[in-house]
Structures are given as C-alpha cells and as structure tokens.
C-alpha cells in the first residue's frame, strides 16, 4: 500500500467514525482516566453483530476501544481490497460474486489473533458498509511449535537452519556442489519447498510441531517437497534431452494429440498415472481450496495437505514408472509410436506438477 495514501484513508475512516451509531464518545460511560491516551471511541460490536444476524462470531465480542493503530490497520486492508479490484478490471464482469462484490476477503491468522482480527472484520463492515465486505471469512492457523528448543528461533533463524541441511543433503547426494548463481537457486528453491511441505501438510488448524534436527530435510525421504521438486526437474530433463535430439534429427518431432495411437500404452504404471492423477486434479484442486460463497459463519478451511499428499503420491508413482521404463528408446521408426505416446502422457503430468505447484506458489525446478 502507498504510504502516502494511508494518512489520507485513515483521515477519512475518523470522520465515518464520528457519525457511527455504533461509535460512542469517550467521554459518555468509561472515565477517560481509565483509558490507553490513544483511544478515539468506543464501538458497540456486540449489537452491531445482533442488529445484523451475524453469525459466528466469538460471543465474548463487546465493546471496542477504536485507537489510531486499529484504523490504520484497516485503512491498509481497504487499500489491498482496492488493488485487487483494479487488477481484476480486465476480469470483473466474470469474477463478481453474487452480492455484487469484486473480490473475497481471507483474513489468515493465527489462533491467538484471531480474536482481534474479528474486531476488525466488524469495525470495517461498522465504517465500510459497502458490499465488498460482505465477504470476509477467516481461516485459522494452529500454533506452531519447536521440539527442544535450546532458544527461540524466528522464522530467517529457521529458514537458514533448512537451507544449511538442504545444502548438506545435496552435497551428500551430488557431491561438492559448484558456488555459481545456478546451484544458489536450486538449493533455495529446494529449501522453500520443502518448507512449504512441512508447513502446509498439516491441516492449518491443527497445532504443527517442528522437529529442527528431522533428517527428513534429506533428499532421499519420499515424504518431502524436495523429492517432488527432484522428480519435477526429472521430467524437465527428459524433455530437454528429447528436444535436443529433435534438433540433431535423432527423433521426429511430437506429432499433434490426435494423431497419436494411445493403444501403445500397456504399462500398468502408464494406466495408474492417468487415472490416479490426471484425470482426478481438477478434484483434488476443488477440494484443496474451496472458498464458499456466502454462507452462515465465518470460518473457512483450506485443505493444503490435499495439494501436498497428492503431490508426494504423484511423486513416488512417477518416479516408479520412471526408473522402470526407458521413455526415448532407440531411434527406430517402429518405437516412435510408442514412445510418442509416452512423452503426450508424461507432459501431461508434467502440467499437472506445475499446476499443483504452483497452487502452494513455487516456481518448478528446471534442473538438479
């Protein structure tokens, strides 16, 4: 959010504030001798909630010391709010809700904020009843916590002591690994993800417990991100050396879909791939991030761990085909069917990695 902008906003917010009917002067009930020197008002959240039938809300939710830090909490979320609707312009016809709104409203937070965060939702549906906010729900995470740890550790601590084992790892599994840009990347591709894995396989709600010595930052353990990384640079690989033996005339090039004779497809694992992944995604998809629409109650969930366990049984399933099958055979005209059939299959999954990726937000790796 610009900066400048904020002052304005939070401005703007005050004198909404001022002819609230919610909102109550300092002065009437509370002795202001009793009160933080930055409070502006009181609001009644509690009848607000019942005036409007809402529902789900802590019921311990009452009356509301408005300070300058709450507005400019708010100011900031109606900018993000803003943004989003101006670069969903090229969009917007298709993308409205049914109230009219542009965009939902996911506040994530931990369960110790989560009290808070409510009085927010209500003080901006109080100051901003425009329809955009009819949408807001909440999603929950549970506490994460450290088995023995000898001190706190904060989340650049954590992030260096992964990618340290990820280095570790690698250098175990490739051998000394060259200091240049392109190994400095890969490993910290490696290191987001398998951090994303570790966080994002238990179900947000739940409490997650990190073990910092887990050898299961390696990368030989089939639970982790870094194996699917592993296996999605695999694919890249045989897809390069493919085209590079386009190039140099060894093989044709890949003939349209259509023209393809999918008959040559006998493998057990080739049939497990298709119906086990490809054809079931979009449902895996669907079940992962389900944003209802308007319903009763605030809560939501995000099913996260869909995305990583299906991530790691691709994986596993992939990578047993793979090590079993030689998909470039050799450049004989009565293989190429066969091995056609192959690389329309294996790039199909190889979508469906990148698709299924890029759902936790991480790049697919090229190369290991």
Request: proline share 6%; hydrophobic share 40%; glycine share 4%.
């Amino acid at each position: 959010s610009s900066d400048s902008a904020l002052p304005d906003a939070v401005s703007a917010l005050k004198r909404v504030l001022g002819r609230s009917p919610c909102a109550v002067a300092c002065e009437q009930g509370l002795g202001t001798a009793t009160l933080p020197e930055d409070v502006i008002c009181k609001v009644h959240l509690k009848s607000f909630v019942e005036q409007q039938g809402l529902v789900g809300y802590d019921p311990n939710l009452d009356v509301l010391l408005v300070t300058e830090g709450k507005l400019r909490s708010l100011a900031e979320l109606q900018q993000a709010v803003l943004q989003c609707m101006v670069s969903n312009t090229a969009v917007l016809p298709a993308s409205r809700f049914s109230d009219g709104s542009c965009c939902s409203i996911v506040h994530v937070v931990s369960c110790e904020e989560e009290f808070q965060q409510q009085q927010l939702d209500l003080l901006w549906r109080i100051l901003d009843p425009g329809a955009h906010t009819a949408l807001q729900k909440h999603l929950v995470c549970g506490p994460v916590k450290v088995t023995n740890p000898s001190s706190p550790i904060g989340a650049d601590q954590y992030f260096q002591l992964r990618k340290r084992q990820m280095c570790e790892a690698s250098v175990m599994k490739y051998g000394e690994l060259a200091q240049d840009e392109a190994w400095t990347e890969v490993i910290d591709t490696l290191t987001v993800a398998a951090i994303r894995f570790e966080m994002l396989s238990t179900a947000h709600q739940s409490q997650l417990t990190l073990d910092l010595e887990d050898s299961s930052i390696s990368t030989k353990g089939t639970k982790s991100g870094a194996f699917v990384m592993y296996n999605c640079a695999r694919l890249a690989t045989l897809f390069d050396t493919y085209q590079r033996a386009v190039e140099r005339g060894t093989y044709p090039p890949l003939p349209p879909a259509s023209e393809l004779n999918f008959s040559c497809l006998r493998e057990e694992g080739e049939w497990l791939l298709l119906f086990n992944y490809l054809l079931p995604f979009p449902e895996v998809l669907q079940q992962a991030a389900q944003l209802p629409t308007p319903t009763k109650g605030i809560r939501i969930t995000a099913n996260t761990e869909t995305v990583c366990k299906f991530l790691i049984q691709l994986s596993m399933d992939f990578s047993s085909y793979y090590n079993r099958v030689h998909v470039l055979g050799e450049p004989f005209p009565h293989l190429f069917d066969q091995m056609f059939a192959r690389l329309q299959l294996l790039g199909a999954v190889r979508d469906v990695f990148h698709s299924a990726l890029a759902t936790l937000h991480l790049p697919p790796l090229s190369q290991i």
